[in-house]
């Protein structure tokens, strides 16, 4: 309870406070690229239930791939969207998701369905939880993209190396999660600092 409470004062907080800065963001987003200025994905949310996540829009939507790992000087990604993706500013409309109570500050990265179907046994416990826009395996793997890219195939290197990390530091946040814990995450997350 005391963590919905945190999130829903931290999201609200931070929407009216960066709403000039998203304004900026979106206006841009419009002006450079044709399409929506939100990319909006079907995610697997807490109790497996399925939820829409907000980003902004980073990737143009004339694609015929259909992979959902992304490396490094993809050429999908718009000249902004690589801007946006190394501070981590598409993922500011992710706020409306922790206001609406289907994600939180901190906690497993939502995986796009498929993913989650994968976790076994005591890894299931995983999906008790909100996922967050910041955890233990985004500190670790914040730049996952340009470890993909030097890899000869990123999506065989995500599927038995990242991911099976991922849900292991996933794993060990629910057994030890508490606010103090979130707080440490949050603030490792803005100031790129180690946990």
Do not use: H
Request: charged share 25%; aromatic share 12%; with cysteine.
């Amino acid at each position: 309870m005391i963590k919905r409470i945190f999130d829903f004062s931290c999201s609200l907080f931070g929407l009216f406070f960066f709403s000039p800065a998203l304004l900026i963001f979106a206006i841009l987003i419009k002006l450079t690229s044709k399409g929506p200025i939100l990319f909006i994905q079907e995610r697997v949310g807490r109790n497996g239930i399925l939820f829409r996540m907000f980003k902004f829009r980073s990737m143009l939507i004339t694609q015929d791939s259909s992979s959902t790992v992304s490396v490094k000087g993809d050429v999908r990604i718009t000249k902004l969207g690589v801007i946006l993706r190394r501070y981590k500013i598409d993922e500011l409309p992710e706020l409306l998701n922790v206001l609406l109570g289907d994600m939180s500050l901190v906690g497993p990265r939502p995986d796009v369905p498929g993913y989650a179907d994968q976790l076994e046994g005591e890894q299931r416990k995983i999906l008790f939880l909100r996922p967050g826009i910041t955890g233990l395996a985004s500190l670790k793997f914040a730049n996952e993209e340009v470890i993909l890219a030097e890899q000869e195939n990123p999506v065989k290197y995500n599927n038995d190396v990242i991911y099976p990390e991922k849900v292991r530091l996933n794993l060990d946040y629910y057994y030890n999660n508490s606010l103090w814990v979130d707080i440490k995450i949050i603030f490792a997350t803005i100031f790129r600092t180690s946990y």
